[in-house]
Each structure stands twice: as structure tokens, then as C-alpha cells.
């Protein structure tokens, strides 16, 4: 079976978040247990799994996403990994939809290799900032925000640019701080460099101490930064080790993000399903 290996939301290789994708032959998917193996044979921080659809339904492709230890409810990077596939492959020639844990998601390819997904929009709520957190991040929060079940992180608002790029979290510690992970952000110390706001983004709950690129962290930063900069069309910088840009389209109960990827590995899964 192929598997391919996509950095996403970047387009050059060894930067961005990279994804293992598996089209599967068949319309069904195999036990769980045999997707989690193979996620972490692949030991990215997610591979998506996928196959296709009976036509004239809701969507054209079932799609899963599996951490090294863990299935997952939502991801944006590997969704633009898998849309980036079928794209190149020629299996999608116009908007493709996902049939998912958290619901429908469309994909639809754009001008340059630029890919726009369409994912629901985080709900945020100001909480007190949790006893303990600021030791185990690294840093002191600003605000703190829940962005709901979904995606069940702690957006923590720092209080300049460089304090997000100098974190050094404790990840035992940061663990007990949500039900997913950690999203550090702050606004740009000087946006003419590119982009309006940077972030990191702390996993180790789900068996990634730090993602690359988070783009299902960007539903969140989106509604976040939009109502401070009073405009819905940004660009977030995830300020991780390998680094990528998510341009973010607030669209009320719905976020755009769109970015690129670039195919580096295209091999074979010399195992069965």
C-alpha cells in the first residue's frame, strides 16, 4: 500500500508539519488497533488515513487522524496533507469533503499549490488562569482561553512575541493543563515581516510534546486575534523548530485556513491491513 510523507502548510521541504497519508483500497477501514500500529511505525505527530466514499452522499471521503498513541477529533495539517495527495494525484479535481470525527470538512484547491480548508470556528470563553500553569509553560499568561470540546486546548494569550519563542515547557507538568494541549500566542513584534500573530503549540497529552504547524489550533488564534485586530483575514506564524504559516479567514461559526505542502517521501507499506 502507498504511503506518502507531506510537509504541510509550507512550501519547501523539511519545514512546516509533516504527515503520513494512506488512501486505503477499500471502503472500510481496518481495526483500530492495526491504524494506531502503523501511526506509530510513522511517528509523526499525525497520519491521516483515508478512502473513498459511495457517491451522492454527504462526502466524498472518509478520513481519520491517529498521534504516535492516540486517534484524534480533528487536525489541520493532515488534512491539508491528505487534500494535497488527492489533489496532485488527480483523485480530486474540484472541492473535496471529509467525512469526519468532528464533522463534514471541505477542502478545495487553490491558484500556486495553496490549499483552503473549511473547518468550524473554536468557541472561546475567558477562564482564571489555571494554579500551576505558568511554571509549566514557561511563562506568564496574559489570558487564558477554553476553546470548547472539540478541540479541548488552552489558548494562552503571552505578552510579546518573544516570550512564545522562548518557552521551555515542562510537558509532565503542562499535561495536566487541558484535554488536548497548549496553544502559547502572541501578536507580531513587527507584522512586516509576514505575518500578524505567532504561536506554539504543547501536545504532550496526545503523545506530542511540541507540534510543528497546529492548523486545528488556528480555529481558535483566528476568532482570537481577529476580534484585537479588528480584521478577519490574517496569517499566524507557528514559531516551532521546522515553522509555518497558516493564513486564517474568519467566517462566523466557520474558519478558513489555507496554506501549502510539498510531497518529500512517496513509498510503500510493505505490511497488510
Known amino acids: 500500500m502507498r504511503i506518502r510523507i507531506v510537509d504541510a502548510f509550507t512550501d519547501r521541504p523539511f519545514s512546516g508539519n ?3 497519508v494512506l488512501l486505503l ?17 510513522v511517528n509523526l505527530s499525525e497520519t491521516a488515513f483515508a478512502h473513498r466514499l459511495p457517491p451522492g452522499g454527504p462526502a466524498d471521503w472518509a478520513l481519520r487522524w491517529f498521534t504516535p498513541v492516540t486517534e484524534v477529533d480533528m487536525c489541520g495539517h493532515a488534512t491539508l496533507a491528505t487534500a494535497h495527495v488527492l489533489h496532485t494525484a488527480g483523485l480530486a479535481t474540484g472541492p473535496m469533503r471529509f467525512m469526519a470525527r468532528c464533522g ?31 511554571d509549566a509553560l514557561g511563562g ?6 477554553d476553546t470548547g470540546e472539540l478541540i479541548g486546548d488552552l489558548l494562552v494569550e503571552l505578552r510579546d512575541e518573544a516570550t512564545v519563542r ?20 502572541a501578536a507580531a513584534e513587527e507584522p512586516a515581516r509576514g505575518y500578524d500573530y ?3 503549540g504543547f501536545f504532550p497529552r496526545v503523545g506530542v510534546d511540541e507540534d510543528p504547524v497546529t492548523g486545528s489550533a488556528h480555529t481558535a488564534l483566528a476568532p482570537f486575534w481577529s476580534a484585537r485586530l479588528g480584521r478577519d483575514d490574517l496569517i499566524g506564524l507557528q514559531a516551532s523548530a521546522r515553522s509555518g504559516l497558516v493564513r486564517t479567514t474568519l467566517r462566523g461559526e466557520r474558519t478558513q485556513l489555507t ?3 510539498v510531497t518529500v517521501i512517496d513509498g510503500e507499506l510493505l505490511t497488510s491491513l
Open 104 to 134: 463534514i470538512l471541505r477542502a478545495t484547491a487553490r491558484g500556486a499549490g495553496g490549499i483552503t480548508l473549511d473547518f468550524p470556528t473554536a468557541p472561546l470563553s475567558e477562564e482564571p488562569v489555571p494554579y500551576g500553569l505558568a
Open 166 to 185: 522562548a518557552l521551555a515547557p515542562d510537558f509532565a507538568a503542562l499535561a495536566t493543563h487541558s484535554r488536548r494541549g497548549v496553544i502559547a500566542t
Open 259 to 261: 496554506g501549502t505542502a
Open 25 to 41: 483500497e477499500s471502503g472500510a477501514y481496518p481495526a483500530a488497533e492495526r491504524l494506531q500500529e502503523i501511526a506509530a511505525e
Open 18 to 20: 509533516p504527515a503520513g
Open 140 to 145: 506568564d499568561p496574559v489570558s487564558v482561553h
Open 198 to 200: 505567532v504561536s506554539r
